[in-house]
T-cell receptor, first 114, second 113 residues
Framework: DAGVTQSPTHLIKTRGQQVTLRCSPKSGHDTVSWYQQALGQGPQFIFQYYEEEERQRGNFPDRFSGHQFPNYSSELNVNALLLGDSALYLC?????????????FGPGTRLTVL | GEDVEQSLFLSVREGDSSVINCTYTDSSSTYLYWYKQEPGAGLQLLTYIFSNMDMKQDQRLTVLLNKKDKHLSLRIADTQTGDSAIYFCAETRRNSGYSTLTFGKGTMLLVSP
């Protein structure tokens, strides 16, 4: 079991550009959550996908959007990048039917916006 | 308030015990978690505790929960240099049947030989 995988590992973009980050969940998991971790901060919840629909959303603007595919993998899209979007983007997967909500995290994608 | 609070830094010597503290906000949180993050890596779930428990022990880790004060602590016995990392506590927030995690800012643990 490869666990949660994310791609790419690092990315450099300029202001105003758009970016797509990808995540494959752990085998057997059906729910994917995305978090943004700015330098020196804890992860902040962006949104959560289950059955290909956004189920929960944190306090992030509409520039942040996502998608979940039938194989449970997910993408995070950010439009009109700002310098403040520079962060580590973490994907976490879980199984909705599990009471504990044990979320397994991928290694993250480090996004730098210049 | 809305934030999960943690002390930012803890320094201990190898072999000592470490205690990392956290104050959470949502009294309806069913589970509380401790995650570890090593430099340049994602988050690793260390342990969790159900809200109706006061204590949970897992090898060198002991979690204490004071639900009245909304206070959570993680004790690491016989701390090793490999335990140096950032430790995050997180609470579960549920909305319409879906659970998400709210994290503190993290406590950096530095273990010196």
């Amino acid at each position: 079991d490869a666990g949660v995988t994310q791609s790419p590992t690092h990315l450099i973009k300029t202001r105003g550009q758009q970016v797509t980050l990808r995540c494959s969940p752990k085998s057997g998991h059906d729910t994917v959550s995305w978090y943004q971790q700015a330098l020196g901060q804890g992860p902040q919840f962006i949104f959560q996908y289950y059955e290909e629909e956004e189920r929960q959303r944190g306090n992030f603007p509409d520039r942040f959007s996502g998608h979940q595919f039938p194989n449970y993998s997910s993408e995070l899209n950010v439009n009109a990048l700002l310098l403040g979007d520079s962060a580590l983007y973490l994907c976490a997967s879980s199984f909705l039917g599990q009471q504990v909500n044990e979320q397994f995290f991928g290694p993250g994608t480090r996004l730098t916006v210049l | 308030g809305e934030d999960v609070e943690q002390s930012l830094f803890l320094s201990v010597r190898e072999g000592d015990s470490s205690v990392i503290n956290c104050t959470y906000t949502d009294s309806s949180s069913t589970y509380l978690y401790w995650y570890k993050q090593e430099p340049g890596a994602g988050l690793q779930l260390l342990t969790y505790i159900f809200s109706n428990m006061d204590m949970k022990q897992d090898q060198r880790l002991t979690v204490l929960l004071n639900k009245k004060d909304k206070h959570l602590s993680l004790r690491i016995a016989d701390t090793q240099t490999g335990d140096s990392a950032i430790y995050f506590c997180a609470e579960t927030r549920r909305n319409s049947g879906y659970s998400t995690l709210t994290f503190g800012k993290g406590t950096m643990l530095l273990v010196s030989p």
